[in-house]
């Protein structure tokens, strides 16, 4: 097998007919580029894609195999890896299941890729005489372009040769890919991949088509995915709790002047503001910050408990800090709860990586304070290159 397909696919079924056409024209031997191909769907469909692909099948002119998940583990993300792993070729396109992204520029992919300098060829919308006009409206282009900067300016080595990072259509030699290294929780898998280390790239333009069939998935939820995965893979978990923290000490103390403004108690303005933040940032630490660790810990409810009874201990000790502070230091309530939220963040960091998340108990080895904090977050997530 000299190239393998692989079409993460959700709710597709109207397209994959003509997906698999289109492919089979561009690879075929009489009239197109005479390769041995596969084509690998890795399906989390709730609708009926995964029977279709059955049928486009039994009558496909080129392998077609079916990868149907039961979870969708990763996302999007999760299932180019679930592809890249099961397919039989090392140079691996990926591609979407819409065709927004044409299978006839398998070709140009193929040929750049053939000359043996580069380890991923990537279909870019804002290379050469590449476009973007399948977005569906200018407030989507807006967006992608600013997306695309933000992602470039913050990493500015590895990136530097890329104008589309934010693409899902590129071609890959899979041996450069260590997918223990990868950390995928969305559906910018590329961007991922070259963030986590270096590799040599090349960029073929091509133009973003409209759908085929069926609705998009961009939304807010999926921009808001995109955040947290970038934040994520350019400072790591210490870095996303510290921001979801920050969130929380702004809405503390936010809280703390609101209530005082209106003539509460300062101790009472406190422990409010405490017990609306603690659980505010344990639901967003669950979904941003530990989601990769959840499947191994305990329950969510215990989890909670123990996240709940740590911050109200620590919220017990601090207070007193806070009053102590106010009355005999004369520094403002204010002030006070703000230095004392810094000095928890640490503390706090600590206790969920150890504690709230530990692994359940079978099979677990790790621990000289869980391999200091798997190594401090692997280092903050390396590329240190701000």
């Known amino acids: 097998m000299q190239l ?57 002119p080129l392998p077609v195999r079916l990868i149907h998940r039961e979870r969708a583990v990763g996302g999007l993300g999760g299932a180019v890896i679930a592809g890249l792993e099961a397919a039989e070729a090392d140079a691996c396109v990926v591609m979407d299941g819409d065709l927004q992204h044409p299978p006839e520029e398998i070709r140009a992919l193929w040929h750049r890729f053939s000359r043996g300098d580069v380890d991923v060829v990537i279909a870019s919308r804002y290379a050469g005489g590449g476009t973007s006009s399948g977005l569906a409206d200018r407030t989507r282009v807006m967006v992608s372009k600013a997306s695309t900067a933000v992602t470039r300016a913050m990493f500015p080595i590895r990136l530097k040769d890329v104008s589309d990072p934010m693409t899902g259509f590129f071609l890959i030699d899979r041996r450069t890919v260590e997918a223990e290294q990868l950390k995928p929780r969305g559906f910018k898998i590329l961007l991922e991949i070259l963030a986590r280390r270096p590799l040599r790239v090349a960029e073929v333009p091509f133009d973003f088509a409209d759908r085929h ?145 530990a692994p359940r108990k079978p099979g677990v080895e790790p621990s000289r304070a869980r391999r200091f904090v798997e190594e401090l977050d692997a280092e903050a997530v390396q590329p240190g290159e701000l």
């Open 213 to 357: 069939a069926g609705e998009s998935k961009a939304s807010v939820r999926q921009g808001v995915h995109f955040l947290a995965q970038l934040t994520a893979l350019r400072f790591g978990k210490m870095s996303l709790f510290a921001i979801i923290g920050g969130l929380g000490a702004i809405a503390n103390v936010a809280i703390v002047w609101a209530l005082t403004q209106l003539g509460v108690d300062y101790i009472v303005a406190a422990i409010v503001a405490a017990e609306a933040t603690i659980v505010g940032n344990f639901l967003l630490q669950e979904r941003f910050v530990f989601q990769d660790m959840r499947e191994s810990a305990s329950g969510v409810w215990l989890r909670f408990a123990k996240s709940f009874a740590f911050n109200n201990a620590e919220a017990l000790v601090r207070i007193p800090i806070v009053a102590m502070m106010v009355s005999t230091g004369h520094v403002s309530a204010v002030l006070a709860t703000a230095i004392t939220l810094v000095v928890a963040f640490f503390v706090r960091f600590l206790f969920h990586s150890l504690v709230v998340y």
């Open 4 to 60: 393998s397909i692989v079409v993460p696919t959700y709710n597709e079924a109207p397209n994959i007919a003509e997906l698999v056409r289109r492919v089979a024209a561009v690879v075929d031997g009489r009239a197109g580029m005479g390769l041995d191909a596969e084509i690998v769907f890795v399906d989390d469909s709730t609708d009926t894609t995964p029977e279709v692909i059955r049928e486009v099948a039994a009558g496909a």
